[in-house]
């Protein structure tokens, strides 16, 4: 069974559990051998006076040890699990990224809509993937590829004007930080919904999109 960490009981921030001491090259192997995504390694932290730098050499980086290393980084990609770890053993702290738009886009919202829409999911009965929640406060919802051509017409048909919402699709051509990649010091992305086996065949856009635009539009 594929387990990082328990799934979040409730919808408090505080109640995620911490993953400590976990190797970031066992982990990369796994979501390649596992769940069959792609992933590919970002930057690192390095310490640089006492401090935690991004690899990439910009002191002022915004998102230090979670990005590309490299302008490539698509074709680097690989679902192979043993080409994932031959990929981390040359750097074992480098972040594990994962490309939009192959076997997954991902739909982020803002933290605080993204637990209220996990509370109205559940009352609904309805079936999620994988749920992301990262550091800079944001919730990453996976489901089937496709998402990002979906959703603006979806959210639409649904009375929302998509500018209005705090609602972003990464489709093709993008990429989600997997846990537990860190945030330089603010902290390590979090699942908010594990991956397990019971949800490894992922929704489809369309059966999230009317809580996700409920709640974000409830947050505005």
Request: proline share 9%; with cysteine; net charge neutral.
């Amino acid at each position: 069974m594929f387990i990082v960490e328990e799934t979040i009981a409730g919808t408090e921030a505080a109640q995620i559990p911490k993953q400590r001491g976990e190797s970031l090259l066992e982990t990369a192997v796994r979501y390649a051998e596992e769940r069959h995504w792609d992933v590919f390694p970002g930057t690192w932290l390095e310490a640089v006076d006492g401090s935690q730098r991004c690899s990439c050499g910009d002191a002022a980086c915004p998102a230090p040890g979670s990005h590309p290393a490299r302008p490539d980084w698509a074709t680097q990609a690989t679902g192979s699990a043993t080409v994932a770890r031959r990929m981390w053993q040359k750097q074992p702290t480098a972040s594990i990224l994962l490309p939009t738009g192959r076997t997954f886009d991902a739909i982020s919202v803002p933290e605080t809509a993204g637990f209220l829409a996990l509370a109205r999911m559940e009352r609904m009965e309805l079936t999620l993937g994988p749920v992301t929640l990262t550091p800079d406060r944001r919730m990453e919802f996976f489901v089937l590829p496709g998402a990002a051509v979906k959703v603006p017409d979806l959210v639409r048909k649904l009375g929302w004007s998509v500018a209005s919402l705090d609602l972003t699709v990464l489709g093709e051509g993008a990429y989600v930080a997997a846990p537990p990649t860190r945030f330089g010091s603010r902290g390590a992305v979090q699942w908010a919904c594990r991956p397990t086996p019971a949800n490894r065949w992922l929704p489809d856009a369309e059966e999230l999109i009317s809580p996700l635009a409920y709640a974000c539009g409830r947050d505005r």
